[in-house]
């Protein structure tokens, strides 16, 4: 089945700089990929998303980018907020099967 | 319009007791997914259901756990016998039919078992 790995586990920023996740996955046949984020006791909220027919997709602050060939995909923040302050999933579907396989998570702190 | 609604939010069960947990998706989703989140994890997949059909049950961890959606709506995810290990937050999401990828999540059922 599908495994997906997250990089890293946490991460500090200050407020305004950008942060990355990154994560990458082992089934080729995986074709979607939401990120989500989980504030602490909350549901996980979708926050942007991609398909494999496209390399890179971007809404306001956040962008995600795929790499197919190499099976890896990558969530970028920008002039991130004290709001921001959260868990972040990354997680893949394979085609076809709609149930999503999900990373460890990373909890992405901002300091003011 | 009103999102995925779950109940309880919290459970705490002595070890062997029986529980149901409750998820009502959005209305008019076909699919409904169940996950456990153990702390400090990603959700991990339970079972699928489409309309009324349970399409794939191969992350039910032990034959204690069982889930039906009898009528294509509401569907409850009933645990037997609980056990310590049981304890996690068990996430019920639904998408607007089967070839739409996008899942809605629920608040959770957050379960201790003692």
């Known amino acids: 089945g599908e495994n997906v790995e997250q990089h890293p586990s946490t991460l500090s920023v200050q407020e305004g700089d950008s942060a990355v996740i990154k994560c990458t996955y082992s089934?080729?046949?995986?074709?979607?990929f939401p990120w989500y984020k989980q504030e602490l006791g909350k549901r996980p909220q979708l926050i942007i998303d991609?398909?494999?027919?496209?390399g890179e997709k971007k809404d306001q602050r956040i962008a995600v980018t795929l790499n197919k060939t190499a099976k890896h995909f990558s969530l970028h923040i920008t002039e991130t907020q004290p709001e921001d302050s959260a868990v972040y999933f990354c997680?893949?579907?394979?085609?076809?099967?709609?149930?999503?396989?999900f990373g460890k998570g990373t909890m992405l702190l901002v300091s003011p | 319009g009103a999102g995925v609604s779950q109940s309880p939010r919290y459970k705490v069960a002595k070890r062997g007791q029986d529980v149901a947990l409750r998820c009502d998706p959005i209305s008019g989703h076909v699919s409904l997914f169940w996950y456990q989140q153990a702390l400090g994890q990603g959700p991990e997949f339970l079972t699928y259901f489409q309309n009324e059909a349970q399409l794939d049950k191969s992350g039910l961890p032990s034959d204690r756990f069982f889930a039906e959606r009898p009528e294509g709506s509401v569907s409850t995810l009933k645990i037997q016998r609980t056990q310590q290990e049981d304890s996690a937050v068990y996430l019920c999401a639904s998408s607007a039919h089967s070839s739409e990828e996008t899942q809605y999540f629920g608040p959770g059922t957050r379960l201790l078992v003692l």
């Open positions: 991609i398909r494999s027919n496209v």
């Open positions: 997680a893949a579907s394979l085609s076809g099967y709609s149930t999503l396989t």
């Open positions: 089934d080729s046949a995986s074709n979607y």
